[in-house]
């Protein structure tokens, strides 16, 4: 087992670009990670060989395999014997007009974004409430507040995701455990300049620059929230937009 004495984090989707940018970011603020990966690519594995040392272990599993997810799962809870941070940061795009758009593929990115993020949660909860004071950040997206063409499934899995986290705050206050959402604007990364160019404009309006945000303003976000300061926020969707 994992000793007490550190901070312990879990990151899902670390093979994304925001993944690996929050995982490193916790371990340059001293905390032990667990990471969870779809798959390995060379970005994750630099990260990993670099960072090696602070990788209590990599969970390698497709959010769409549940009965995995839980396998993975139960081997993490015999590893360590706390969880201080949970960041919730795996998710799939997906852009089309509703009567162009198969119910399986609704489905699918629900389970994706929605249903495996939970179920990572509330597995994982136990855990939390060893540590002293535990937070569980979700990343959501702007696209969950502003209703736009093309959005019902990626859109409405983040809604979903923000109402969680708005009702779960206020279930685990007792157990002095934080729930808040970070519901970013476009990034300047691979997953933002995928987006289409209609949902991109409208999006952006609403930022300072218009234009894609940096990684590191999420990034700073999530420290913000660990940081004493941030310790009086809960159940809060914060948009993340300069």
């Given amino acids: 087992l994992i000793m007490k004495n550190f901070k312990i984090g879990l990151v899902t989707g670390c093979n994304g670009e925001l993944g690996i940018e929050i995982a490193k970011k916790l371990i340059l603020s001293k905390f032990k990670i667990i990471c969870h990966i779809r798959k390995k690519n060379k970005k994750f594995k630099d990260f990993e060989k670099k960072y090696k040392n602070n990788i209590i272990s990599t969970v390698s599993c497709d959010l769409l395999n549940s009965s995995n997810l839980e396998t993975q799962l139960n081997k993490i809870t015999k590893k360590i014997e706390k969880l201080d941070v949970l960041v919730i940061n795996a998710g799939t795009p997906y852009g089309n007009l ?13 389970e994706i974004n929605f249903f495996s993020q939970i179920l990572i949660i509330q597995k994982l909860l136990r855990l939390m409430k060893r540590s002293k004071s535990a937070t569980i950040i979700n990343i959501s997206s702007l696209s969950s507040v502003i209703p736009l063409k093309g959005n019902i499934p990626y859109g409405g899995s983040k809604a979903a995701l923000n109402f969680f986290t708005q009702i779960l705050a206020k279930e685990l206050k007792r157990y002095k455990i934080r729930v808040n959402a970070l519901a970013p604007t476009i990034l300047n990364n691979k997953m933002g300049s995928k987006t289409d160019p209609i949902t991109a404009k409208t ?19 999530i420290m913000y929230l660990l940081s004493k300061n941030g310790h009086s926020i809960n159940g ?5 937009i300069k």
Avoid: A, G, H
């Fill in 236 to 240: 809060k969707i914060i948009k993340v």
């Fill in 203 to 221: 999006l952006l309006k609403n930022t300072f620059k218009k234009k894609p945000i940096s990684m590191k303003i999420v990034t700073d976000k």
């Fill in 98 to 110: 509703f009567e162009m758009t198969r119910i399986t593929d609704i489905k699918k990115i629900y």
